[in-house]
């Protein structure tokens, strides 16, 4: 008998990409397209939907011609990015606003000072931040020609990527979405699993743009019947940091994945039950499995390796990324130089989309080295602001962290990073977590996976790195990095 294959979709920010996988997570064959961001004013940050479309679509030939006999698929995606696309004709009304965009900031503080953050993080988890889809959503229905006719008529439809894929995939046929990406699009309520009335009303959507929520494992149709080699069913999504949750088996209360790729994404599983953050971390759906839920907080640091892109590319420091660890490692500390990547805003836990980066603490004898090595410790510091709220959110004190992304590549940073959490920080074998997450959905889906526990067998760890850094150091060194960041976070109000 041949061994079940399930095909990952993994349209994320900078690339599109399709995987085939056995069951054993082992991946068989790769397809990747590079995907363009274009950044038409200060803040803007958007992708064109056609192309998310065809570049995934030719991922997903390429390693079909390979191995055609798929069992099922399974697709995860760049969260909150927003597309509108027109029911008759599947034509995108406007380009994907990227999650990174912050061209609903004023919005987002009109609504603060109006007074309605507290309702929509007990109904949403979430903080009002121009990151989440409510406001891209609004932006376009008020800005785009057409767009709030063809609402009016029931003729829009809205969805976050998957939604937009899946449509796509099955011709038309099926407008859905699941619990993790509906959790963050700021409009569903992640305690009553409804689109939440209220908050529709109050950012101006019509119930009829919205697709229907399922949980990460069930029936999502089945591709259209001349797409492909064949139709193919589609029995697993969810949104990347969720996926890559799945993908490294962090299915027990208090146990930590942290992705560092163009951003960082640190998620703590708190169990079933909803809880509000009181510490600035927003609270999301896990997974949504047989109807059951696990509940996670969530740290999004929007700037992780695109600092170290942007000492490659702005700054010219080094060719390629994998460099700024032998420069880092020319000078013995960091001479007192910190690098708040803050280029886009600061995220969590401090929430200020109007801070910019800055580079601190230069002296005359500072050097590109002190500075490439201030931005692979900033990876750390920002994890370490996360790690202190999750631990004073949850009560959990968790001994390991599961890392992933690009960056885990960087040895100095991850020894780093273990370092100043004083904690374990565990590589597993396979890298590609959020791909694996989406074919393990789909294979809990088909039936090849019973439970949980079968992909929490399959878990390997790759490398182990346990903290050695005296409290003393580790302690003056996050005191530099605090008093850095509070300087860009309040720097912001006033330049
Ligand atoms: P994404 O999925 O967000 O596109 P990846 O997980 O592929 O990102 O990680 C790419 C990011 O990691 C880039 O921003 C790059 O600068 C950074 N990166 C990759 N390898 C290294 C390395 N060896 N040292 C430092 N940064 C790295």
């Not at 079940?4 to 990747?32: E, N």
Request: charged share 20%.
């Amino acid at each position: 008998m041949t061994q079940p294959k399930f095909l990952s979709v993994d349209q994320g920010t900078t690339s599109s990409r399709a995987i085939v996988f056995t069951a054993d997570g082992t991946p068989l064959a790769t397809a990747q397209k590079e995907l363009k961001l274009h950044y038409p004013q200060n803040g803007w940050v958007e992708q064109n939907a056609d192309d998310i479309w065809s570049d995934t679509l030719h991922c997903v030939r390429e390693v079909i011609k390979q191995h055609a006999d798929i069992t099922a698929f399974g697709i995860t995606n760049q969260r909150e990015t927003t597309i509108l696309w027109n029911r008759e004709t599947g034509k995108p009304v406007y380009n994907a606003i990227v999650w990174q965009d912050r061209r609903t900031a004023e919005e987002c503080a009109k609504l603060k000072r109006g007074g309605y953050e507290q309702k929509i993080v007990e109904k949403t988890g979430l903080l009002l931040d121009p990151y989440f889809s409510a406001t891209k959503i609004k932006w376009i229905l008020g800005h785009i020609e057409g767009a709030a006719e063809l609402a009016r008529d029931g003729k829009l439809a809205f969805g976050t990527v998957d939604s937009f894929l899946l449509w796509k995939l099955t011709g038309g046929k099926v407008h859905a979405t699941d619990a993790t990406n509906a959790s963050r699009t700021m409009l569903y309520n992640i305690r009553t699993h409804e689109w939440d009335e209220e908050l529709l009303h109050l950012f101006g959507i019509p119930r009829t743009l919205l697709p229907e929520v399922k949980d990460n494992v069930a029936d999502f149709g089945t591709t259209q019947d001349d797409l492909l080699e064949k139709p193919y069913p589609v029995r697993g999504m969810a949104g990347d940091q969720q996926a890559a949750l799945i993908g490294q088996a962090c299915f027990e209360t208090g146990m930590v994945k942290s992705t560092y790729g163009t951003g960082c994404f640190a998620l703590m599983n708190i169990g079933e039950e909803f809880k509000v953050s009181q510490n600035k971390l927003v609270t999301s759906i896990g997974y949504r499995i047989g109807g059951k839920t696990n509940y996670v907080l969530e740290g999004s640091i929007f700037v992780a390796g695109a600092a170290i892109q942007f000492l490659r590319d702005n700054l010219g420091f080094f060719a390629s990324a994998a460099e700024s660890e032998k420069l880092a490692e020319e000078v013995k500390d960091n001479g007192g130089v910190y690098f708040v990547p803050a280029l886009t805003g600061l995220g969590a836990p401090y929430w200020n989309p109007n801070a910019r980066g800055a580079i601190l603490g230069l002296a005359r004898d500072s050097t590109r080295a002190h500075i490439a090595r201030a931005a692979l410790e900033a990876q750390a510091y920002q994890t370490k602001d996360l790690m202190d709220a999750f631990v004073k959110d949850s009560g959990i004190d968790p001994a390991i962290i599961r890392v992933d992304g690009g960056l885990v590549a960087n040895v100095f940073m991850v020894k780093f990073l273990s370092d100043m959490l004083d904690r374990t920080v565990e590589i597993p074998s396979c890298a590609e977590t959020t791909a694996l997450g989406a074919a393990y959905l789909a294979a809990l889906g088909s039936g090849t996976f019973k439970n949980l526990e079968d992909i929490a067998g399959n878990w390997n760890c790759a490398k182990r790195y346990t903290p050695s850094m005296d409290a003393v150091t580790r302690e003056t060194l996050y005191t530099g990095w605090k008093k850095a960041v509070g300087v860009v976070n309040h720097a912001s109000s006033n330049i």
